[in-house]
């Protein structure tokens, strides 16, 4: 028989699961304090925190020269692996920004998303 082992599994279960779930925010703001804590544990669980405190920031894109080429900072022409690895930054930005919105969204009234937006 071999020793058990000594790991700890931090796997976090799919997104769907049941430790994501947040109760919705009553229409009277009355449960606030318990809603607020449940849904910044189940933002943070995900590793999005800085997207609920806006810690994150947004890639800056490349700027443009005359002829509409992307170029660094430095002025020198971006080659194509680095304009994809920027592009994918920002998607990547806005993928984590849109899951701590939808997250809060989800567990809010229609009628508060309009007044929240």
Sequence with gaps: MSPASTKMDTTLPGTNSSLFNVPRLAEDGSNWITYKERALTAIGARGLMRYADSRAKKPK?????????????????????????????????????????????????????????
């Design 61 to 117: 894109p490349f700027e443009l020269d005359s002829k509409g080429n992307p170029i660094k900072a430095d002025k020198s022409a971006a080659t194509e692996d680095e304009v994809e690895e920027l592009e994918n930054k920002i998607d990547e930005f806005f993928m984590k920004d849109s899951l701590v919105k939808q997250q809060l969204f989800s567990t809010i009234s229609d009628r508060l998303l309009l007044r929240v937006q």
